[in-house]
């Protein structure tokens, strides 16, 4: 039941001030700079203050109210937050809620929050998409804002190098039927038999954290690195298949890949595996590491912003993460 259209409206992020290197990592676990760009690309990523200000809330303000001003958009405008985090501001109330308050929407918007780690983002558009198409939404405001730095372990190279942290934001909305623009397919999936590869089971109601886990560092996430690349590349691969085979499209017809930002070798093996050349593939984890749900509409703001991707284009978003979450989405920009 399509009624409508969908588009993306306008896009914003928000990345902490603090940059750190690899260099500034090396005094901190066995590692070396050479070995963490070979093995995954990074060179730096942002951190967040801890003393308030850029928490995954502040991120998305900073980010929407962009994304507000680029659309043409009020705030009461919105008529639903998703927020795709794992490392939400609160418990409770949900992240929504607080960036509801903090853009200061008094029309009672829906606002959502979504756990589905680095898909989040792509959940939330492809959820939007639907809300969007059927006349239930007009403008939903799509989030992806993770402050990954409290919950990996500094003292474990085999997460703390990996991530950091970021927001980028979509406002999803009504097309006209004269737009060239539009969401044109989604894909969503998930598989719980890969929930072990990257976990973090110290904290909710199963194990509530005790001074024991504080003491033993268990309470951190853990990832099984080699499992988790293994599933991606090809999760990652038969995802964009399908969204491309259902939008009656062939893999030469997408100008922009924007896939989640894990690891260089992830990126670059999906490309080969799909046949697509890495001209056409947007990748800044050098500079931001993996922000979980926060990568794709990070790299997708930067690439618009700098003039590579334009109205027209057609645009893969592609991700996959802990759960294991998988999504794709396919649109005409
Ligand atoms: O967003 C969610 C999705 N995330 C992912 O899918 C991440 C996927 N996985 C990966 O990106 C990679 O598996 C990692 C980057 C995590 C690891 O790369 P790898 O090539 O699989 O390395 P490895 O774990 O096989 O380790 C190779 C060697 C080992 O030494 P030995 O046994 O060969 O002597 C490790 O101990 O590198 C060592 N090593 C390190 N050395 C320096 C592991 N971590 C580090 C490190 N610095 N940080």
């Keep these: 039941m399509t009624l409508f259209k969908s588009r993306i409206l306008s896009t914003g992020m928000y990345v902490p001030n603090k940059v750190v290197h690899n260099r500034d990592l090396e005094k901190?676990?066995?590692?070396?700079?050479?070995?963490?760009?070979?093995?995954?690309?990074?060179?730096?990523?942002?951190?967040?203050?801890?003393?308030?200000?850029?928490?995954?809330?502040?991120?998305?303000?900073?980010?929407?109210?962009?994304?507000?001003?680029?659309a043409n958009l009020e705030p009461n405008d919105i008529d639903m937050i998703i927020f795709g985090s794992v490392t939400p501001d609160f418990k409770l109330p949900n992240t929504a809620c607080v960036l509801q308050q903090k853009l200061g929407i008094t029309n009672n918007c829906a606002a959502l929050d979504i756990a589905a780690a680095c898909s989040g983002f792509v959940y939330g558009v492809n959820m939007a998409d639907s809300l969007v198409k059927t006349g239930l939404m007009k403008n939903v405001l799509v989030v992806g804002s993770e402050m990954l730095s409290t919950e990996v372990d500094w003292e474990d190279r085999n997460t703390c190098i990996l991530f950091g942290d970021g927001c980028g934001v979509a406002i999803v909305g009504r097309g006209n039927d004269g737009d060239k623009s539009e969401i044109l397919s989604c894909t969503l999936g998930a598989d719980g038999k890969g929930a072990e590869f990257f976990d973090q089971p110290i904290g909710g109601a199963v194990n509530p954290i005790t001074a024991e886990h504080l003491i033993n560092r268990t309470h951190f996430m853990h990832m099984k690195g080699k499992e988790m690349f293994k599933v991606a590349t090809r999760t990652l691969a038969d995802n964009a298949r399908v969204v491309i085979e259902k939008a009656g499209l062939s893999i030469d017809d997408v100008d922009w890949v924007v896939p989640h930002q894990a690891n260089i070798r992830i990126i670059e093996t999906t490309a080969k595996l799909l046949g697509i050349n890495m001209?056409?593939?947007?990748?800044?984890?050098?500079?931001y590491g993996n922000t979980s749900a926060a990568t794709v509409p990070i790299a997708f703001h930067e690439a618009i912003a700098d003039g590579r991707i334009k109205r027209g284009d057609v645009v893969l978003f592609d991700a996959f993460g802990a759960g294991l979450t998988s999504g794709a989405t396919l649109l005409r920009y």
Excluded: H, Y
């Design 28 to 70: 901190i676990v066995e590692t070396s700079d050479e070995w963490i760009f070979e093995r995954t690309g990074i060179r730096e990523r942002r951190i967040s203050s801890t003393e308030g200000g850029e928490f995954p809330s502040d991120m998305a303000l900073a980010a929407s109210l962009d994304a507000l001003k680029a």
């Design 279 to 287: 001209d056409k593939v947007i990748v800044n984890i050098e500079k």
